[in-house]
């Protein structure tokens, strides 16, 4: 079967196969990543429409956080203290900067809240509003610890471990992407930080686009079988070719 493989008609339908089979594999590629994309805008747009609700009934301090609370809109109600710390090389935009970390001391549980107030390009601290505030945010866990060493206001990643020894009282285990700040009635500026959009959350795929990403792989496939079936049908017509019948002369002709 290898003879007739390497035969140039199969070698050059070969490549054409595997010009298809790529183009195949890169559209399911093209639509995996759709089905991932249409998946997560479907749960951002759900956890939008659902209305933001006191942290507190998600959140218990130093207990786990709850996996279902990723993304929720909450409000806290508090005052910011001292303890403000930088986290650094935060991109937005495409440019590094370093994300703003402040503790709320919530009113009603007295605990305290990390809120993430905002993005700056320089390393600054710029006071946070004082006394009373509603913050509206979107929850998130602590970060993973980073390695290396940095400046006692600056740390490698929202790392919550570092933090409740820092900040005195209670701490939730999690932080909120700050979208709103207000006291009383009236919204607060965030400048001279810029609010950080939520991170999107990890969802699963679209059924309809992974099932099209799925088909796309299948005709690949398809693509680089029927070339092994043509070559092997080629090569079975080769191997059983009925030989060719010869005649016989059985004597001289009775006429001489």
Do not use: C
């Not at 607060?188 to 939520?198: S, Y």
């Amino acid at each position: 079967m290898l003879r007739t493989a390497i035969k140039p008609k199969w070698l050059a339908l070969l490549v054409l196969a595997a010009l298809i089979a790529i183009a195949f594999v890169q559209l399911g590629r093209w639509q995996l990543g759709v089905a991932h994309d249409r998946a997560r805008a479907a749960a951002i747009e759900a956890a939008g429409k659902e209305p933001a609700v006191e942290v507190t009934t998600l959140l218990v301090p130093h207990a786990q956080f709850p996996p279902a609370a990723s993304g929720r809109m909450v409000t806290a109600r508090g005052t910011y203290v001292a303890g403000q710390v930088l986290v650094t090389s935060r991109l937005l935009s495409g440019v590094t900067g370093y994300w703003v970390i402040t503790p709320l001391r919530l009113r009603d549980s007295g605990a305290i809240f990390p809120v993430l107030r905002g993005w700056s390009q320089e390393p600054i601290l710029p006071d946070p509003p004082a006394g009373e505030v509603v913050v509206t945010a979107s929850l998130a866990p602590g970060e993973s610890p980073t390695e290396g060493s940095y400046p006692a206001d600056q740390l490698g990643s929202v790392d919550l471990s570092i933090l409740v020894n820092r900040w005195p009282g209670d701490l939730y285990n999690a932080f909120g992407f700050a979208q709103r700040e207000q006291r009383g009635a009236t919204a607060m500026d965030p400048a001279p930080l810029t609010h950080v959009p939520p991170p999107r959350p990890d969802t699963g795929l679209n059924g309809r686009n992974a099932a099209y990403a799925l088909q796309w792989w299948v005709f690949a496939a398809f693509a680089l079988v029927m070339w092994v079936k043509m070559v092997q049908a080629d090569h079975r017509g080769v191997g059983t070719r009925p030989p060719v019948p010869t005649i016989e002369r059985t004597g001289a002709s009775k006429q001489d």
